[in-house]
């Protein structure tokens, strides 16, 4: 320690370079140790936990040991190739500005071979799943009449396509691009591609079934940038220790986030598997794997710790050995973690956990096993978690308050109003997604309404209130001694184009109206209520798009391009116009909205024609009343200087 800080001041090539090659010798046998730490451990994991191909019974069709063995090892290559393209493109992303230029052709290069890799992988995959399906050997699903209708009609068929899809485009264009936005833009193909297999996963022995697929997809994804964001730290940045010193801080905030989604996920997925009741795994191979799984992620809590108590301020101050022999052991447990999560997905689960059959029937994901008459009262006592909405409310309330504190330790007064506006906002969305709404999203259509104005409306407002984007601005603003204040600075992203084009509430009105025809002038309204992927997505555009046009609107939070309020007023307007339109269109409307999927639920309870025109004077009231009270809380003007208008105004009350 003493000699390296000596030679870091008289000679420091030498010593840079040393640590280098070290941590480069261990990059290059981890490339070959991790996946073959995974393939061993995976077929160990089959073997013991009762997972293991067994022999066909005579007189059925037989794939063969070929497909039989190939499937674990097929869905291993897929999950870590995965993990390759999402981490590079985490590498990239958590570049410094600095170092961007240099090191991101290198990440980028690494997502171009791992995504032609996951392609090869997915065909491979689909392959051997149609060999299985049909009972013929991998050479002669070529040759059957199947094949095609197999590949697109299976659920697994039609992402596993995708999946091929998506790893040619991500190996074409990241050749191609040299910004970050870029590469961001890369990373979310790369994830949605992920989605559909993941959301075609098997989760009949869950009791909830909708609750099962999104804790899995949220598992499998937090793992992915966990997983592969260490990976990508340390086999592309191991030789410039710089570099590694700054990424190095900032992967190990993504890390504890992604951490907690990994075990909040893992266990509500295994509690909803075990309906509960955790004794009918106790003796089950899958309950040994699970319990192997908890190990792991105890072990990988523990090195976590340890990088944050020690290794990570090693690699900012330049020392970044430790910290590369410990994520060597880290990454190898990782990608024997993986192996485990192969063989436990293949592995049945024990007699008796099996989900009781719902008493709306089989073919409606979207519903709660159990699904009481509705009272309002209900609304704020029933309880059906999501575990993706859970986890990003939860993120971001937690990034808020870490904010405040940064502000406040740094002598900047933070209004509780605003703090108090955050936590209502939060309260809300947790009620609208995981609360009585959501449960009854799906069974009646006046509470989709109210979950879509809840959404779209009621979040947002409070999230504006309780201004984001100044604190994002406030954080983000140089205090150093040797950097001049100016009050006029502003984040890269707020400079970008196509903010400025999003925050202009006439676009965004655009955008809002589309939203609204194609949800309740289409058959996307059914669609949505009968997949549960395509109902969060709905919810998730919902309010995105709300709170891009209210932050627009309001001018209770400085945007990029501010517009005069009498412009702002007449878009609000404008939506008042297109809401009451809309309500009065499905008020008068003789047919009733996704009338199939309400009539195979046949509930006792509702009156289809009633409750639409329920749903439509919901709509009448957000129009009318709500649109105009919003109006009182418009700003006269931003609420901060930006760079288009740099004159000092009031502080917002909010």
Known sequence: MTSGTHSSVASPAPHREAPSRRISVSGRRLLLAAPAAAVLVMLLALV??????????????????????????????????????????VTALLLPEAGFAQWAPRALRA???????????A?????????????????????????TGYAWQLAQGRGLLLVVAAGIVLAAYSRWTSTRAGVALLLVVAVVGMLPVLFSGHSAAASDHDLATSSLVLHVVAASVWVGGLAGVLLLLRRDPQVLGKVVPRYSVLALVCFGAVAFSGLLNAWVRTSGDLGLWADSGYGALLAVKIAALVALGFFGWSHRRRSVGDVAAGRPRAFARLATVEVLVMAATVGVAVALSRTPPPVGAAAEVPSHGTGHPTLGSDVAPFTLSRIFTEWRPDAISLVLIVVAIAAYVAGVRRLRRDGIPWPWLRVAAAG??????LLATSGGLAVYSTAAFSIQVAQFLVLFIVVPTLVTLSAPAR???????????????????????????ALVWVTDPLNTLIVVTVMIFALYATPLLEASLRSAPLHLTVNVFA???????????????????????????????????????????????????AGDWFSELDWQWVEMPLDQQAGARLMWVSALVLGPLLALLARPRPAVATQRDTEDVPESTA
């Open 123 to 147: 065909a491979a995959l689909l392959l051997l799943t149609i060999s299985n399906v049909l009972g013929v050997s991998p050479a002669a699903v070529f040759g059957s009449d199947g094949f």
């Open 543 to 593: 309010l995105a798009i709300g709170c891009l046009f209210w932050w627009s609107v309001l001018g209770l939070d400085p945007v990029p391009a501010p517009r005069p309020r009498s412009y702002r007023l007449w878009v609000l307007f404008g939506f008042a116009a297109l809401f009451a339109g809309i309500a009065a269109r499905i008020y008068l409307s003789e047919v009733v909205l």
């Open 48 to 89: 013991l936990g009762g997972g293991s191909p067994e022999p066909v019974a005579p007189g059925l069709p037989d794939p063969g040991l070929l497909t039989a063995w190939g499937l674990p090892v097929a869905r291993l290559a897929f999950d870590l190739c995965a993990v390759a393209v999402i981490g590079a493109l």
């Open 424 to 429: 209502a906002a939060a309260a809300v969305a």
């Open 111 to 121: 997502t171009a071979w791992s995504a032609a890799a996951w392609s090869v992988s």
């Open 471 to 497: 604190m994002v601005i406030e954080v983000s603003r140089p205090r150093r001694a040797d950097v001049e204040y100016d009050p006029a600075w502003l984040p890269s992203p707020f400079r970008s184009r």
